[in-house]
């Protein structure tokens, strides 16, 4: 189990209580920390690292800051091709952030205020899924019959060793989140998946209260595999769950 070691973890909020909390129980924990203020600070220490050939395992960034906010700081990260895995904190109201913040390319979540326990524990998590070494592998899926990681339905190809994942040969980016829901789905395929279910698998008891939650994400992974005019591949049983066929087809959440 991945447990923190080393990795090290860029923190800008605007209010020092809070990240003068967070970096001494994410220090107590075993991650290495930084403090910044604001977006434009995350964008500058981000390009001191590559320059000095490294990069920060993890982000965390409060939506509210100024003058650059998290959300405007993620846009600026992805333009300049920064694919660090990023959580925000945020004590606006959750559900319409959390559909804006994972649209963007977000890979969790979590409202003020919050227990550090918690935090921790999603920060392992969305580690654990950013590094490949750190998932659990099944054959329930269809293979190929050279590779008993490369899960192939319809158009949908997606490689459990690399984690690349294409349809009709176009390469497809995903967070380590909708990754990991993905290969779920898929190690899962021709059987319905609930949502309790992916809540459970996908936090590792460190489940949301509210499943909708899960149908976000879900939401935001249809839309990136059925782009340019793709076929559905997750079909919705409403009231059940979700469910990949061998042949495809699906519906909207």
């Not at 909390?21 to 930084?34: D, K, N």
């Not at 965390?60 to 700081?73: E, N, Q, Y």
């Not at 590779?147 to 190809?157: A, C, N, T």
Request: aromatic share 8%; net charge negative.
């Amino acid at each position: 189990m991945y447990t923190g070691g080393m990795s090290k973890i860029l923190v800008a909020d605007d209010e020092t209580d809070i990240t003068e909390l967070v970096q001494a129980s994410l220090e107590f924990a075993g991650f290495e920390v930084e403090c910044v203020r604001n977006g434009e600070q995350v964008i500058d220490k981000l390009n001191k690292a590559k320059s000095s050939g490294w990069q920060y395992d993890l982000i965390i960034l409060d939506v509210m800051m100024a003058p650059l906010g998290g959300f405007d700081t993620l846009k600026e990260m992805r333009r300049l091709k920064f694919d660090v895995p990023v959580v925000f904190l945020t004590a606006k109201d959750f559900d319409h952030n959390v559909v804006e913040g994972l649209s963007l390319g977000a890979d969790d979540y979590i409202a003020k205020p919050f227990a550090m326990e918690v935090l921790i524990a999603r920060i392992n998590t969305v580690l654990r899924r950013a590094n490949p070494n750190h998932i659990t592998r099944s054959s329930n899926a269809q293979v190929n019959a050279n590779d008993d990681e490369v899960y192939i339905v319809h158009d949908l190809v997606l490689n459990a060793r690399t984690h690349d994942v294409s349809r009709d040969n176009v390469p497809i980016s995903l967070t380590p989140t909708e990754y990991e829901i993905l290969e779920y789905l898929l190690r899962n395929m021709g059987r319905i998946v609930s949502k309790q279910e992916l809540n459970d698998q996908i936090w590792h008891g460190s489940p949301y209260n509210d499943l909708s939650i899960v149908e976000t994400y879900v939401s935001t992974l249809r839309k990136k595999l059925n782009a340019n005019g793709r076929g559905d591949l997750i079909e919705t049983k409403r009231g059940f769950g979700y469910l990949i066929r061998e042949s495809g087809g699906g519906s909207d959440v």
